[in-house]
């Protein structure tokens, strides 16, 4: 079945001001077609912008060849990003809708890259977008993972990959993965896989990365809406994008059908340098009470994996017991071990994290360290 929606949005001449660019957005089927109305721009930044914004949520350091990185502070173990928020689909394509503070700022704009030394590092750009992300999907599954630094967007061009492969750069922990109903759920931290199980998962679906372009900007095409509409069994709903003046105004959920978005244009260091460098705070902890921390941060940390092997294991043997006719199920078995053998990596590799962030002071200033006692259920990894 195919379904033809047409959204017309049209804010009136008064409120310009506070919302900014509106739009008339005509959706037929697939592709989409996109009216501009002008309305008054927000006014440029430098990215110190970032610098400035994100410095209560997370620790700025210099990183290797990308300059200035940030690295959040006290994130759930097992986080990855684009976990904590939901997908919209508006007329830049699939639009990753954050419910983190600084979400504004590390989706729409820059890279992600995991290191084994702080974790979860974000790469600030200049170039706004619904996400960057990279897709994968069967009848069953899909799953998102963030592009990497030296993956670049050019207006009129598209995207320019480098050296990059995504199939060999995004490693298996990376990926975030539901069950293809549960694309567009409120919350998808509590629907997501524990990432163990992405080396199933993996092996089941396939890579696909399509952006273009609207209004100069990149357009997140992604998996087909009649592809998400026939798991669903209803339409998705079109959601607009609306300016927001500031990062504050942002809408951290769909609200009447629009996002309010903060995207002022970056502009490239080349063009002007930034006005300021990041404060790179570090907490002047005395070295007992940083073993100390560490040896907390290591119980919470065993008591979560316990938690997720007991799960895996758990979905393991329904998956044994629901095999269709036919399955190869010692080929099953040990797919199984494999994803056993990726939660004990996942589990040294946060370890190592944890040391090492506590070696370099990379806690929130005033702050204790986390204390690990975030809520789970049986498929979140937070």
């Known amino acids: 079945m195919s379904y033809k929606w047409v959204r017309f949005a049209v804010m009136a001449v008064g409120v310009v001001g506070a919302a900014g660019c509106t739009a008339v957005f005509v959706e037929t089927n697939q592709e989409a077609v996109h009216h501009p109305v002008e309305a008054a721009p927000v006014p440029p930044a430098d990215i110190s912008l970032f ?179 026939r798991s669903l069994n209803r339409p998705v709903p079109r959601v607009k994008v609306a300016d927001a003046t500031a990062p504050e105004e942002a809408s951290h959920l769909v609200k009447s059908k629009e996002i309010q978005v903060y995207r002022p244009e970056i502009v490239s260091a080349a063009d002007k340098p930034p006005t300021m460098t990041p404060n790179a705070v570090t907490d002047t902890i005395p070295e007992p009470v940083v073993e100390q921390r560490k040896e907390k941060e290591q119980q919470h940390l065993e008591s979560f994996f316990q938690r997720q092997q007991k799960h895996i294991k758990s979905e393991q043997r329904k998956e044994l017991r629901q095999a269709p006719a036919g399955t190869d199920s010692a080929e099953m078995r040990r797919q199984h071990e494999e994803e056993l053998r990726a939660l004990e990596e996942q589990k040294q590799r946060e370890l190592k994290v944890i040391d090492q962030r506590l070696e370099k002071r990379i806690i929130k200033p005033g702050h204790k360290a986390k204390k690990g006692k975030e809520k789970t259920t049986a498929a979140s990894e937070s």
């Open 51 to 229: 610098y400035d914004k994100l410095q209560p949520y997370g620790h700025w350091f210099p990183y290797a060849s990308y300059g200035w990185a940030w690295t959040p502070y006290d994130v759930p173990y097992g986080w990855r990003p684009y976990t904590n928020g939901r997908w919209a689909y508006t007329e830049y394509g699939w639009t990753w809708v954050s419910h983190e503070p600084w979400g504004w700022a590390t989706y729409h704009y820059g890279r992600w890259l995991f290191d084994a030394g702080y974790g979860w590092v974000w790469v600030p750009d200049h170039v706004w977008a619904p996400a960057w992300v990279s897709w994968r999907w069967s009848d069953d599954w899909i799953g998102w993972a963030p592009l990497p630094p030296g993956v670049e967007w050019q207006a009129g061009t598209g995207m320019r990959y480098g050296d990059r492969n995504l199939e060999r750069d995004l490693d298996a922990p990376m990926w975030c993965f539901v069950r293809r109903p549960m694309l567009l759920e409120p919350s998808l931290r509590v629907k997501l896989e524990p990432s163990p199980r992405n080396v199933t998962l993996l092996a089941a679906t396939k890579i696909f990365t399509d952006y273009d372009e609207v209004d100069r900007r990149p357009r997140n095409k992604g998996i087909k809406l009649e592809e998400i509409e």
